[in-house]
């Protein structure tokens, strides 16, 4: 079970944003590759713009004040306040395709606009 914890708030929670099987375990290999143990993802907003809400995903080894940090899938997540107003219910996942491959944010309180992330240390749909 996913669980979510604040610095200032150890109560157990429901998880904001779910990682899948794949999407954690992509997370993991790159984690392994780029030698970053210690390490989780973290899940941000970056803005929006016409064409609506722009997501980030980074590497991350540091709680910042008001944080969320949890696990899912095993993966440890972090997400700021401000972007879990916007990513509540929200799920990461790692799509692979003929037009390439990629981590997608499936966020159902999005309305309209890009959802998908080129890699893990960039932001998305420049």
């Known amino acids: 079970m996913d669980t979510l914890n604040t610095m200032s708030d150890t109560a157990t ?6 990682l899948t099987p794949l999407a954690a ?24 713009s016409c064409s609506g809400m722009q997501y980030g995903l980074a590497f991350e080894n540091k709680t910042e004040e008001g944080d969320f940090v949890f ?41 309209g606009g890009c959802s998908s992330c080129d890699s893990a240390s960039s932001g998305c749909c420049g």
């Open 71 to 111: 696990e899912s899938q095993g993966t440890r997540v972090y997400l700021d306040s401000q972007s879990a107003l916007y990513l509540d219910g929200a799920t990461v996942d790692f799509i692979e395709g003929p037009q390439g491959s990629g981590f997608k944010i499936e966020n159902p309180n999005a309305v």
């Open 13 to 18: 929670l429901k998880a904001m944003v779910a």
């Open 25 to 48: 375990q992509k997370i993991q290999a790159l984690l392994t590759e780029k030698n970053l143990s210690g390490y989780g993802l973290r899940v941000f907003v970056s803005g929006s």
